[in-house]
């Protein structure tokens, strides 16, 4: 069993928030108040569990400088726990709640101390992420040569050849986005939605050129905002191709997909302009299979009735995706009926329920 991180010493008091050694780290969100068990940490896994007594769905990450991010949990509703696995080396970090999802979030200082072994002393878990950072090539790759045809079309002023292009860029993007979030503010500004302007932060990025296509049909002033798409794009791709994940990392991203999917996809808000939603969809799902495929040699030593269980509910959903297929790609959000949209949103469910139980088998 590899070293997992204990909490420091600290006084009775906050023995019950911290939990035992070793145990979860107990973190009381509100929407005013952010109150971690502890602010000092052993170094190697750590895992924090999240209550929300809020009115307002919130968020938990651990940053470390420069606001990279280590690990999160997204969409924890009011009176529902979550619990984040991280591994933490030595070195200082900021833990955040976000309530309302938005903004900076509400802050405290995290000291992690000592020396671990990693997870990645595992042979297997340091396959795992070999594995996953040749997927990740191949998809900023991909991402990079379909952002620049995409740019290209907006300079020029092809409105039909840019709203044909937008979809197929965003796939490669879609299915890599736990990589592409840990950089700080590149997510937002590539990737972000209108609400962004509300966090202080310029509407930029995919979903603004996507407003301009299908709302008004005027990209004539997009040049420039296509040209910084394109130079944040080429940035997250240098910084996704030479960024290691822990195996942790790859556990949270393949729940993180999910999360993106029932937050973000079946409801339509991603791409409300367009309603390509079922392409970013499938991506986040081909995403989520991959960094768990990359996993399944270790899955499979340790939890094989697990990976049964992930197997038999990939291909349930995948089966219930592929009745909006439409040529190449995928049917309109808009055209699916409540019935299909609540099918897709249950087998999503499904799978969410398994996954939830990845990173735990991953940090023994």
Same mark, same amino acid.
Request: with cysteine; hydrophobic share 40%.
């Given at each position: 069993?590899?070293?997992?991180?204990?909490?420091?010493?600290?006084?009775?008091? *906050?023995?019950? $928030?911290?939990? &035992? !050694?070793?145990?979860?780290?107990? +973190?009381?969100?509100?929407? /005013?108040?952010?109150? %971690?068990?502890?602010?000092?940490?052993?170094?190697?896994?750590?895992?924090?569990?999240?209550?929300?007594?809020?009115?307002?769905?919130?968020?938990?990450?651990?940053?470390?400088?420069?606001?990279?991010?280590?690990?999160?949990?997204?969409?924890?509703?009011?009176?529902?726990?979550?619990?984040?696995?991280?591994?933490?080396?030595?070195?200082?970090?900021?833990?955040?709640?976000?309530?309302?999802?938005?903004?900076?979030?509400?802050?405290?200082?995290?000291?992690?101390?000592?020396?671990?072994?990693?997870?990645?002393?595992?042979?297997?878990?340091?396959?795992?992420?070999?594995?996953?950072?040749?997927?990740?090539?191949?998809?900023?790759?991909?991402?990079?040569? *379909?952002?620049? $045809?995409?740019? &290209? !079309?907006?300079?020029?002023?092809? +409105?039909?050849?840019?709203? /044909?292009?937008?979809? %197929?860029?965003?796939?490669?993007?879609?299915?890599?986005?736990?990589?592409?979030?840990?950089?700080?503010?590149?997510?937002?500004?590539?990737?972000?939605?209108?609400?962004?302007?509300?966090?202080?932060?310029?509407?930029?990025?995919?979903?603004?050129?996507?407003?301009?296509?299908?709302?008004?049909?005027?990209?004539?002033?997009?040049?420039?905002?296509?040209?910084?798409?394109?130079?944040?794009?080429?940035?997250?791709?240098?910084?996704?191709?030479?960024?290691?994940?822990?195996?942790?990392?790859?556990?949270?991203?393949?729940?993180?997909?999910?999360?993106?999917?029932?937050?973000?996809?079946?409801?339509?808000?991603?791409?409300?302009?367009?309603?390509?939603?079922?392409?970013?969809?499938?991506?986040?799902?081909?995403?989520?299979?991959?960094?768990?495929?990359?996993?399944?040699?270790?899955?499979?030593?340790?939890?094989?009735?697990?990976?049964?269980?992930?197997?038999?509910?990939?291909?349930?959903?995948?089966?219930?995706?592929?009745?909006?297929?439409?040529?190449?790609?995928?049917?309109?959000?808009?055209?699916?009926?409540?019935?299909?949209?609540?099918?897709?949103?249950?087998?999503?469910?499904?799978?969410?329920?398994?996954?939830?139980?990845?990173?735990?088998?991953?940090?023994?």
């Amino acid at each position: 069993m590899l070293a997992t991180a204990g909490v420091t010493a600290c006084s009775d008091s *906050k023995k019950d $928030e911290a939990g &035992a !050694a070793g145990g979860p780290i107990v +973190v009381k969100a509100t929407d /005013t108040a952010c109150d %971690v068990g502890t602010t000092d940490l052993g170094a190697g896994t750590a895992t924090f569990k999240i209550t929300n007594s809020g009115a307002k769905v919130t968020e938990f990450y651990v940053y470390a400088s420069g606001d990279r991010v280590m690990g999160e949990v997204e969409n924890i509703a009011p009176g529902l726990s979550r619990e984040l696995h991280v591994e933490l080396p030595a070195g200082t970090y900021e833990t955040a709640c976000k309530p309302g999802m938005s903004g900076k979030g509400i802050r405290g200082a995290l000291k992690v101390s000592g020396s671990a072994q990693p997870l990645t002393a595992d042979a297997a878990l340091a396959g795992a992420t070999d594995n996953y950072q040749r997927y990740v090539k191949s998809q900023t790759g991909a991402l990079l040569e *379909k952002t620049e $045809e995409f740019v &290209a !079309a907006v300079k020029a002023g092809d +409105v039909a050849k840019a709203k /044909t292009l937008y979809p %197929v860029a965003r796939t490669y993007w879609e299915r890599i986005e736990p990589v592409a979030e840990i950089f700080g503010d590149l997510d937002p500004k590539i990737d972000g939605r209108e609400e962004v302007i509300e966090e202080g932060m310029e509407f930029t990025g995919f979903h603004r050129i996507e407003k301009d296509l299908w709302q008004s049909g005027d990209i004539s002033k997009d040049g420039p905002i296509a040209d910084r798409l394109l130079v944040d794009v080429k940035e997250i791709v240098a910084k996704a191709n030479a960024e290691k994940l822990s195996p942790l990392q790859l556990a949270n991203g393949a729940k993180e997909l999910l999360d993106e999917v029932a937050s973000g996809k079946i409801t339509g808000e991603e791409d409300r302009y367009s309603h390509t939603d079922l392409w970013d969809f499938a991506a986040n799902l081909e995403g989520s299979k991959a960094a768990l495929s990359a996993l399944r040699p270790a899955l499979e030593q340790r939890s094989p009735e697990l990976v049964k269980q992930l197997d038999t509910e990939f291909a349930n959903v995948e089966s219930q995706l592929g009745k909006h297929r439409d040529g190449d790609g995928w049917k309109l959000h808009t055209t699916l009926s409540k019935a299909e949209l609540k099918e897709l949103s249950d087998g999503i469910n499904a799978l969410a329920e398994p996954i939830s139980k990845v990173a735990a088998v991953v940090a023994k």
